[in-house]
């Protein structure tokens, strides 16, 4: 007799497929490594005399070192985070009041859509003749250039709000104040959280410019100082500086948000 046939041995169970956020990263990291590549091939053609990573490394670890850094950072980052935080915090709730009564965003949109229109670098030498060269104009340009990317999202955001849904709360007998604080804050905080994530952006361009027409230090002036003396190292450092800080800040809004809008359906 022949010998019954073995049963052929079981597949081996599938392993863990990475996650959609591990993906990302090594997406990102692979980014980050060819762009390094692509800095430093540049460098060694000879390309207008294009400093390499690791001579910005080391000139960066020379102003670390000194404690010249560690005074421009703290102060670029004071002027970005007050002006931001004062921006949004305005830009929020006027927001929300032109989406939700009528004569607000009538006597309003004229003037946000006005100073749209005009970059806020334009109002820095008007802020330097009425408040001096000290940290208020400075501050006040930031804070201008947060407002007016917030405030237009976060209107935008009232007034795409599903009307059945107010409908419908107002049927189940919510007032205004419960309509407002249970379905249009939440169904607006995408919104907002994406009109903050550009008007950071909008708060760092700003601050440079700032900086560059008066300051004594901060990341933009040490950028203006290097160009002097053709310090492309230096001006290199500042630039690397404000985008990883920025790009620090805009990854932190970016949680706030996910964490925020759990509910929102996501590819």
Not at 28 to 56: D, I, K, R, T
Not at 193 to 212: D, K, N, P, Y
Request: net charge positive; aromatic share 8%; charged share 15%.
């Amino acid at each position: 007799m022949t010998a019954p046939h073995s049963a052929p041995a079981a597949a081996p169970p599938p392993g863990p497929r990475p996650r959609k956020a591990d993906r990302l990263l090594m997406f990102n990291l692979l980014s980050v490594a060819l762009g390094l590549l692509a800095w430093w091939a540049l460098a060694q053609s000879g390309l207008s005399g294009l400093p390499g990573p690791m001579e910005v490394l080391r000139r960066g670890a020379q102003l670390l070192a000194d404690g010249t850094l560690v005074h421009d950072i703290r102060a670029s980052l004071q002027r970005v985070l007050l002006g931001f935080v004062i921006g949004t915090a305005l830009a929020i709730p006027v927001g929300f009041l032109m989406g939700w009564y009528g004569w607000v965003r009538g006597l309003i949109e004229p003037y946000i859509q006005f100073f749209r229109t005009v970059p806020p670098l334009a109002i820095i030498p008007i802020a330097i003749v009425f408040m001096g060269i000290g940290e208020v104009p400075k501050v006040f340009v930031i804070s201008l250039a947060a407002f007016l990317s917030s405030v237009i999202s976060t209107f935008q955001g009232v007034i795409t709000v599903d009307k059945v849904l107010i409908n419908a709360a107002r049927v189940l007998g919510a007032n205004d104040f419960v309509v407002f604080r249970r379905v249009v804050i939440p169904a607006s905080t995408p919104f907002i959280l994406v009109g903050m994530r550009i008007g950071l952006g909008s708060s760092w361009a700003t601050l440079v410019a700032s900086e560059l027409i008066a300051a004594q230090e901060g990341l933009g002036q040490r950028m203006q100082q290097a160009q002097v003396y053709y310090d492309l190292p230096t001006i290199f450092v500042g630039l690397v500086l404000i985008g990883v800080l920025g790009l620090c800040m805009d990854r932190i809004l970016l949680w706030a948000e996910k964490r925020l809008t759990t509910w929102q359906e996501r590819r």
